[in-house]
């Protein structure tokens, strides 16, 4: 059976009140769950960064390893070399060989350089290392505080917020699929979260813009949906004013 406007305007606007109560509970939260996504965030990079400067560590020890087997290779081929010095047979041999000597004595002295430099390299990416594990560590340090926090916090309106979720979604049911994206557009675009407002003081809810008597009148009918012609919020109805009884007996006297 097709709703009528009223109706539709009925279950719009509770759709809206389960909305702005979930809306106060996440806003108890405050900024809480950004800033733990972002503490998340920050250390998931050190983590990565940590990884990669181990990796280099590794890399600068395997060349280390590697030069100190051609060290040894080298003093392999100078003891060869040495040997067979002493069996020359003419002076074109013994310095053919003689060069062959010096030429490994300066890949040991090459080595043995870049082992020193691949040493410091080492120590340099071990000391950031361990500045960034510290860092990491007070940045988790600060991380298990704010969950906690947040934990604590959500846990205390844990039951309200789920037994709202689920009138949330029974109360969506009862809007045709149009309405609901025309309202989770609204929403979106609104500071406050609201897409369904009354007119209150004669003026709209939202944007607190004066509408029009007649525009009141129409909206009071409910024979059609109704927008802000300001803000584009969707008007649910006209809540009249109610006289405070101070103000009437006042006036009572007066006339008396």
Sequence with gaps: MESTVAQKLEAIY?????DSRLDAI???RGALPEEVQDLEDEIAGYETRLEKF?????????DIKRHKENIKESEKLIKKYQDQQMNVRNNREYDAITKELELQDLEIQV???????????IDNKKADLDQLSN???????????????LSTIVSESESEEAKLMADREKASKKVEDRLIKSYTKIRANAKNGLAVVMVKRGACGGCF????????????????????????????????????ETVKTKRKSAKA
């Design 26 to 28: 996440i806003k108890v």
């Design 111 to 121: 080595s043995k350089k870049k082992i020193a430099e691949t040493g410091v390299k």
């Design 54 to 62: 181990q990796r280099d560590i590794e890399a600068f020890e395997e």
């Design 209 to 244: 813009n004066t509408v029009p008597p007649q525009r009141q009148a129409d909206i009071r009918e409910k024979k059609k949906l109704i927008v802000c012609e300001h803000c584009g919020r969707i008007l649910a109805g006209v809540e009249d004013e109610v006289e405070d």
């Design 135 to 149: 860092l990491m560590k007070d940045r988790q340090k600060d991380l298990d505080l704010k969950k906690d926090e």
């Design 14 to 18: 509770n759709l809206q009140l389960i």
